[in-house]
Nanobody, 125 residues
Framework: QVQLVESGGGLVQAGDSLRVSCATS????????MGWFRQTPGREREFVAA????????NYADSVKGRFTISRDNAKNTVYLQMNSLKPEDTAVYYC??????????????????WGQGTQVTVSS
């Protein structure tokens, strides 16, 4: 069973920056694309960003493009989401997901095999 553990969430003010991390025990981490999604109460899980296994390709939701950066360190089995210029509408629980081995980048939650427990990000106005 692959475990994903998010960390780094918190309460910040609008315009601030925050970095969330996701560490995994997955031995073949570099074979999987990784994604970040977010969810607010009563709404479906929303795609934020994804990164290929090598880290060479990324994809972002339009709502975060230019403000958020996804990256990964395969030596540490960790994926990051750097969030700059945060807005109140970025408030959500942020989840990282491990994609299917050797699969394409995806913005669809069903294409991800494993999920972390989530970390709360709250942006005050």
């Amino acid at each position: 069973q692959v475990q994903l553990v998010e960390s780094g969430g918190g309460l910040v003010q609008a315009g601030d920056s925050l970095r969330v991390s996701c560490a995994t025990s997955e031995r073949t981490f570099s074979n999987r694309a990784m994604g970040w999604f977010r969810q607010t109460p009563g709404r479906e899980r929303e795609f934020v960003a994804a990164i290929s296994g090598t880290g060479l390709r990324t994809n972002y939701a339009d709502s975060v493009k230019g403000r958020f950066t996804i990256s990964r360190d395969n030596a540490k089995n960790t994926v990051y989401l750097q969030m700059n210029s945060l807005k109140p509408e970025d408030t959500a629980v942020y989840y990282c997901g491990a994609g299917r081995p050797l699969y394409r980048l995806s913005n669809v939650p069903d294409d991800y095999d494993y999920w972390g427990q989530g970390t709360q990000v709250t942006v005050s106005s």
